[in-house]
């Protein structure tokens, strides 16, 4: 009845909507595209299905009086613990990753279930640069209830490649993720399982990691990727955290019969 795009057939986190606003240099796995494919598309007959908004901030400036308040207020249930990645331990967060991703957002907005063999694999895919200290879980009576999951801006390395992965490639890729400079971390992950959200889990975790991150001094700023508007508590979440709107995405649909009325993406509660 319809076609989406620009889109991938996987996952929403990567390669996933038109830019179109914030030219500037994208992250790892985002599209990026001349500004007048907006015109071609719309032109055509699409129409936004849904927004893409991306946040960001720097770090030199740490977290708001109230996320300490709440983070108090958390704190006082020993229940709560947040917890960061380690390597060594990937088959286990990656099934705490399946676990909070299909409570928060399978069979939410077209959200697929995830299996654990998925997300391990995932996990593996990233073990090669990935930051244990910018990966939180939250776990209630050894429960997993949040997370947290972020990378180095990896074009940040990769722009050093020139577009190549060969065998030299791979060799200066290592050279330069030892030496060279990665001053900005990605946000491509941040979830809740619904009976846990609005009760300050979201401001435990990332005050516990906020200690660890900054202490590290290693990132300058901090992007997340988009969040679509028909999700308005991970919006607010984002904008309490002092962050700026500084790039967005459009996610159009096609309807074939031109008859029918078009639809925007259902809000999520």
Not at 149 to 169: A, C
Request: with cysteine; aromatic share 16%.
């Amino acid at each position: 009845e319809a076609m989406d795009g620009p889109i991938n057939f996987g996952e929403r986190l990567a390669w996933w909507g038109l830019l179109v606003d914030g030219f500037h240099a994208p992250l790892y796995q985002m599209n990026y595209n001349p500004p007048y494919y907006q015109s071609l598309f719309e032109g055509y007959g699409f129409q936004l299905y849904f927004s893409q908004i991306c946040f960001a901030r720097t770090t030199d400036e740490g977290l708001q009086a109230k996320f300490h308040e709440r983070h108090a207020q958390v704190s006082k249930d020993p229940n709560y613990r947040a917890v960061m990645i380690r390597k060594g331990d990937l088959a286990r967060f990656a099934k705490d990753f399946a676990y909070v991703y299909n409570k928060a957002w399978a069979g939410h907005g077209g959200g697929k279930e995830i299996e654990d063999r998925v997300a391990l694999k995932m996990f593996q895919s990233m073990k090669a640069v990935l930051d244990e200290h910018i990966n939180w879980f939250t776990y209630y009576k050894d429960e997993p209830v949040a997370m947290w999951i972020n990378l180095p801006d990896l074009n940040q390395w990769f722009r050093h490649l020139h577009g190549k992965f060969g065998l030299w490639q791979k060799l200066k890729f290592l050279w330069v993720k030892k030496f060279g400079t990665c001053d900005r971390f990605v946000g491509l992950v941040f979830g809740i399982i619904p009976e846990h959200q609005g009760k300050g889990v979201d401001a435990f975790m990332i005050t516990e990691a906020a200690k660890v991150i900054l202490a590290k001094r290693r990132y300058k700023r901090y992007e997340m990727q988009w969040i679509g508007d028909f999700n308005p508590k991970m919006i607010n979440i984002a904008e309490s955290l002092d962050t700026t709107r500084n790039r967005r995405l459009v996610t159009y649909r096609y309807l074939f019969d031109r008859s029918k009325e078009f639809h925007r993406h259902p809000m999520l509660a």
